[in-house]
């Protein structure tokens, strides 16, 4: 059936499942729980300034991190959704030290991961910020079913709360964005079948840490400034992400001396599955950043993705 532009997300989630027999309607329903968490979230956000959701809550999290007030409610609204929607056996998020096991999902054969609320340091200056989620199947009984690789995902996206809020996700069959329409309160498809430009003009590299980067590093960085490419950098990772997977390019976030800054499992993998959905590259520096095993829930990684030859460049000037 032709995929229509502005079919409600719902639909389009009903119609894909569909397409699969053998579907129970548990992941649709799982993906009902992060739309209706999404579109609260988004409302919190577009009343920032008005609603006392601003500035920090004093505590810091297991990264270390100082949490924001948004933070915080992100991960509360999320975790009452995806617990309350009984299809999640555990659910693990940046701002947990360990994984969650819902009473209502004892029987779920789903798992989650989930950042609430992506982009924490750049909340209060009214900058886009996003949440990214990725759903695999429940393994073991304990937290250790969270350390499978990220080609093992069964569906990941996120949300972008930009100049529209955006859903994008993917279950394996190509990604599609869907743009909230606050009047309706309902999400409707945008962008069907995304597809990144094998090639681009815009690299995102912090380069403020240009003199603790490895020398290669820097070569990389120095190869796209000579080509003529235009830096991009919003200090947030989904941000950064929509506009690579968008307009094409590179995202990069590599060791900071010995230091890696974003997480494997619910940053990275998640990431990298949807890039790869739409046709582009996501790696360490090393390896396909899905055949990565987490040893650890926190866990840190090196990346490199987005469009396939500027990824493959950037490999070839790194590793050579
Ligand atoms: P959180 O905001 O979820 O902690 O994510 C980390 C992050 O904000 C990424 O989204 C972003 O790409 C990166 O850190 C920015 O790091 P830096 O402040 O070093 O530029």
Known sequence: MEIKKGIDLNRFILEEERKHPEATGTLSHALMAIENA???????????????????????????????????LSNRVLIEHLSGSGDFYAVASEEMEHALFPEEGKDGKYIIAIDPLDGSSVIDANTSVGTIFSIWRKTSSDESTFLQEGKKIVAAGYVIYGTSTMLVYSTGNGVYGFTLDPMVGTYLLSHPDIKIPEKGKIYGFNESYYNKWDERIRKCVDFFKTEGYTLRWAGAMVTDIHRTIMKGGIFAYPLVGSKAKIRLLYEAAPMAFLVKQAGGLATNGTEDILNIKPQALHQRVPVFMGSSEDVKKCMEIINS
């Open 38 to 72: 999404t579109k609260i979230i988004s409302s919190y956000i577009r009343m920032a300034g008005l609603v006392d959701v601003i500035g920090k809550t004093g505590r810091i999290n297991v990264q270390g991190e100082e949490v924001q007030k948004l933070d915080t």
